[in-house]
């Protein structure tokens, strides 16, 4: 299976949307392509590899030596690297480590969160400031139990964590949803995950019928803000971004029963004969 | 005179000029101008207006086909296009992800203003770097086999390969003919 691109061409939160929302399992290998690529909060590495398990977040190394999570482990000071070492003697490898650990009084359910908040959760936000990237996924990559908490983060939550982070937001400007178009919500529920004040207040807005320069001037907030949070909300698999007919006469979109008037049903001796005569073609 | 519409939508680069011109009988009617903004990158002309080709397959029974403007500008031309289509065709390069978005955009717009059949033409799959049909169905936002268009690989330079997606896009209307029906 082939699915690898750009930042430009596909950016990493529509990355992160198509793996959730495809429930995909596997290593998304990432590589800046960003000269300023050293961010704080961000490991120095030429590659970071995400772990995704049935669409969700379980691990991220910046090599794959199966050593990240023992690292983390030594860092923090949890145990000393000759006690580790016995540890892993006795590790089957069949579990994530972080299960194992938990499951031997060897490491405690806070301690287990604090490494998956520092592996996880803290730097990948940050991948999302970089300005150019290239992925690739690799759906038949096993999963690296050494490397895993047991723990596993909602990619849709670290997009929204990365997206409020970032300052410049050139490389997305393109892919921004347009000042004309009208949002349409995705869900039927509100939204699972904690939206800050102005994106509640633009998700109460989001009614299929407003555009977002509508929401903007009701909301007394810049256009650009409005549809940052619009992308924000449209990659998370929220809502959608329905564009509307630049002639100020259409303007307004009109009800599919209208539309249709124009278009009559056709005959089934017309369908068969259309199919017949094209059939002809396919092997001509 | 029996006419079916069949729009041919997609994002620029797609092939729906030479999709169109591949199965018409008639000469295309060609209104592709130079390009400006970024699609000038991408090709050297553009379709401005549209597309149209024809099938005449008796006195009196005509498929027409309709493509719409390769720049996304979503003017009064779409509308008119939508107005009287049938049914219509979405084709997406598999191989460029960078499209998926535009795709994307053009399939959401066509669903909230026409309920009219739908399928997706996959074009340029035999490309190292195109994507499965499947990953591309996921990434223009159709979750579940369930409810998803049909999805059909097309070689727009190909006829048997156009007509194969055309008697797709057919009998999809026939069967939501029926459906309506019942």
């Not at chain 1, 050494?146 to 983060?153: D, R, V, W």
């Not at chain 1, 939206?195 to 650009?224: M, S």
């Not at chain 2, 998926?100 to 309920?115: D, L, P, Y």
């Amino acid at each position: 299976m082939k699915i690898s691109g750009y930042f430009s061409e596909f950016s990493l939160g529509e990355v992160f949307r198509f793996l959730e929302q495809g429930q995909k399992t596997g290593c998304l290998s990432l590589k800046s392509m960003d000269e300023s690529h050293a961010l704080p909060f961000l490991p120095a590495a030429p590659e970071h590899y995400l772990f995704f398990r049935y669409g969700q977040i379980v691990a991220a190394t910046t090599t794959l030596n199966h050593q990240g999570l023992r690292q983390l482990i030594e860092q923090r000071g949890y145990l000393h690297p000759l006690t580790l070492q016995r540890v892993m003697n006795r590790y089957p490898g069949n579990m994530p480590l972080g299960v194992f650990l938990k499951s031997q009084a060897i490491l405690d359910s806070q301690q287990i969160q604090l490494l998956f908040k520092q592996q996880v959760l803290t730097p990948i936000p940050h991948l999302f400031a970089w300005k150019e990237g290239y992925f690739h996924f690799d759906a038949q990559h096993p999963l690296p139990l050494a490397e895993m908490t047991g723990l596993s983060a909602s990619p849709q939550v670290i997009t929204l964590a990365g997206l409020r982070l970032l300052r410049d937001w050139t490389p997305l400007m393109d892919k921004l949803p347009l000042a004309d178009s009208t949002i349409v919500s995705l869900v039927n529920e509100p939204p699972s995950v904690q939206l800050g004040k102005i994106e509640w207040q633009v998700w109460e807005h989001i009614d299929g019928t407003t555009t977002i320069q509508q929401i903007a001037q009701r909301l007394n907030i810049a256009v650009l803000e409005v549809q940052k949070i619009c992308f924000r909300l449209m990659v998370m698999g929220m809502v959608e971004e329905v564009v509307n007919i630049s002639s100020p006469s259409t303007s307004e979109p009109a009800p599919v029963n209208e539309m249709d008037t124009d278009r009559t049903g056709l005959s089934s001796s017309f369908l068969n004969g259309i199919v017949a005569f094209l059939k002809a073609k396919t092997s001509g | 005179m029996e006419i079916m519409r069949i729009v041919v939508t997609g994002p620029v680069g797609a092939g729906k000029s030479t999709f169109i011109r591949t199965i018409s009988e008639i000469e295309t009617v060609d209104t592709d101008r130079k390009a400006t903004d970024e699609t000038a990158q991408l090709k050297p002309s553009t379709t401005v207006a549209m597309d149209f080709g024809r099938l005449q397959f008796s006195p009196q029974m005509a498929l027409h086909l309709y493509g719409t403007p390769g720049q996304e500008r979503f003017d009064f031309m779409w509308d008119i296009l939508i107005r009287k289509a049938h049914a219509f065709i979405l084709l997406v390069s598999s191989h460029r992800p960078q499209d998926f978005r535009a795709a994307r955009r053009i399939s959401a717009f066509m669903r909230h203003r026409s309920k009219v059949p739908m399928v997706i033409g996959c074009s340029h799959v035999d490309r190292p770097e195109a994507w499965p049909m499947e990953e591309i169905a996921i990434a223009l936002g159709y979750l579940s086999p369930h409810g998803r268009p049909p999805m059909v690989a097309v070689n727009a330079l190909e006829r048997s390969s156009v007509a194969t997606a055309i008697i797709t896009l057919i009998q999809t209307y026939a069967e939501s003919q029926a459906t309506a029906l019942r």
